[in-house]
């Protein structure tokens, strides 16, 4: 069984008034994303797009320690498979908190 490289767990908030809910789902690009740069940059680019400070946070420090974990991974094929698998995470993340609003 393989590990997800972003684990994900929204809790259940409304967004704070008057601040602005961007639309969510997969951002323009994660089609482009090939090297675990780009997946670092487009990662950081969808917790910017969750509405409370505290859960954009949260994700940012799982990101980083996803990172962390699979710093050391030097084989094509698989970086290619954890990119695949964090996009599908992070799209499953946004949809999530999407359907919760």
């Known amino acids: 069984m393989e590990t997800p490289v972003v684990e994900v767990v929204l809790p259940e908030r409304f967004p704070r008034k008057g601040k602005k809910v961007m639309p969510m789902g997969p951002l323009p690009g994660a089609e482009l994303v090939q090297t675990p740069l780009q997946l670092y940059r487009y990662l950081l680019r969808c917790c910017r797009r969750l509405p409370a400070r505290n859960i954009q946070e949260h994700y940012k420090h799982a990101i980083r320690q996803s990172f962390r974990v699979h710093a050391d991974e030097d084989n094509p094929e698989r970086i290619q498979q ?11 993340v946004m949809n999530k908190y999407q359907k919760q609003n």
């Open 82 to 92: 954890i990119i695949r698998r964090a996009i599908e995470d992070a799209d499953w």
